[in-house]
């Protein structure tokens, strides 16, 4: 006999917190962005552990990812929000530019051309929305 679910129980994740953080654009702001992640993270883990250690660290690299991209590449402030979904974490990162990030192509021994192939490889989903005053990238995780 199949059971019905129970919508009288709450939700384990409504009591993890979303993460809104607004950041000055600065070399160090990356930095803060992680450790803000790494908040987050430590509530969610209380509320429900990941699936798997690594994809903790998949989602700190995608934050590091992100704003590190919005600090080299545009201009002013950037923001980021984390939530729990029923399967694992969307994140947002707002920033300034109104350019979609596009894949470079990866050298040896010069910096960059991989951030963005590594985004699409850790996240199920990633798309881009350009917006007048800037641009939103939302990728999911799993967790």
């Given at each position: 006999m199949a059971t019905e679910p129970r919508w009288d129980k709450a939700w384990p994740l409504e009591a993890?917190?979303?993460l809104v953080?607004?950041?000055k654009g600065e070399l160090h702001d990356v930095?803060?962005?992680?450790?803000a992640a790494e908040g987050f993270l430590r509530r969610l883990a209380r509320a429900s552990p990941p699936a798997s250690?690594?994809?903790?660290n998949d989602v700190l690299l995608v934050v590091d990812e992100l704003a590190a991209n919005a600090v080299q590449y545009a201009p002013?402030?950037?923001?980021?929000?984390?939530?729990?979904?029923?399967?694992?974490i969307h994140v947002t990162?707002?920033?300034?530019?109104?350019?979609p990030p596009t894949p470079r192509?990866?050298?040896?021994?010069r910096p960059g051309g991989i951030g963005w192939h590594l985004v699409h490889?850790?996240?199920?989903?990633v798309s881009v929305i350009i917006q007048p005053e800037g641009k939103d990238v939302h990728v999911f995780l799993p967790w």
């Open positions: 993890v917190e979303n953080a607004d950041f930095t803060d962005a992680r450790l250690p690594e994809h903790w002013g402030h950037f923001a980021l929000r984390m939530r729990p979904t029923y399967d694992g990162l707002h920033d300034t530019s109104t350019v192509p990866f050298r040896p021994g490889t850790l996240c199920d989903q």
